[in-house]
T-cell receptor
Framework: EAQVTQNPRYLITVTGKKLTVTCSQN?????MSWYRQDPGLGLRQIYY???????DKGDVPEGYKVSRKEKRNFPLILESPSPNQTSLYFC?????????????FGSGTRLTVV | GEDVEQSLFLSVREGDSSVINCTYT??????LYWYKQEPGAGLQLLTY?????DMKQDQRLTVLLNKKDKHLSLRIADTQTGDSAIYFC????????????FGSGTRLLVRP
């Protein structure tokens, strides 16, 4: 089944403790992206990647890092999480351009930083 | 700048039609999308419309595009309680980022 898999689904952590949210897709898509969803703000893009070793900042990249060492994986790294990074995070992938299929989204990771 | 706007909330009675509206700003968008998010779930692509189309119908869903006013709407006929969800419109940005810009989402509540 074509899908984007994120892990974990839920995570509670403490301020400053480094964490990684994994994302993997099995559709051979070139494009991968991370979004955060906050009430009333919709989805805001954090980082995106056009292909292996090609990443770029989205609209809200502060406090996040990404890497794209393999085409299928695009982990999101929070080196020193803070409470304002408490949010619902989505990974998405697509061909370039997205075309008729749009993005395929993962199920989301709900992160709470205390 | 890039911006997609939607009203935040819509309440309809079961069996009525729902119309969710969206305005966008990038006239170069090639595709516009509607996504549905059910509670606790990710975003699911409902339908799309290509920018050279005015209307697209897919079963109970009708998408209307007014390019002059940069206005997009999603009509759901015979709305059911299972249609209760958040609906996002999104436009594809045809610059080097190839990203989708999402609206803030419209929460649709269907009353029995």
């Amino acid at each position: 089944e074509a899908q984007v898999t994120q892990n974990p689904r839920y995570l509670i952590t403490v301020t400053g403790k480094k964490l990684t949210v994994t994302c993997s897709q099995n559709m051979n898509h070139e494009y991968m992206s991370w979004y955060r969803q906050d009430p009333g703000l919709g989805l805001r893009q954090i980082y995106y990647s056009m292909n292996v070793e090609v990443t770029d900042k989205g609209d809200v990249p502060e406090g996040y890092k990404v890497s794209r060492k393999e085409k299928r994986n695009f982990p999101l790294i929070l080196e020193s999480p803070s409470p304002n990074q408490t949010s619902l995070y989505f990974c998405a992938s697509s061909p370039i351009p997205a075309g008729v299929g749009g993005y395929t989204f993962g199920s989301g990771t709900r992160l709470t930083v205390v | 700048g890039e911006d997609v706007e939607q009203s935040l909330f819509l309440s309809v009675r079961e069996g009525d039609s729902s119309v969710i509206n969206c305005t966008y700003t990038d006239s170069s968008s090639t595709y516009l999308y509607w996504y549905k998010q059910e509670p606790g779930a990710g975003l699911q692509l409902l339908t799309y419309i290509f920018s050279n189309m005015d209307m697209k119908q897919d079963q109970r869903l009708t998408v209307l595009l007014n390019k002059k006013d940069k206005h997009l709407s999603l009509r759901i006929a015979d709305t059911q309680t299972g249609d209760s969800a958040i609906y996002f419109c999104a436009e594809s940005i045809m610059d080097s980022s190839y990203k989708l810009i999402f609206g803030s989402g419209t929460r649709l509540l269907v009353r029995p």
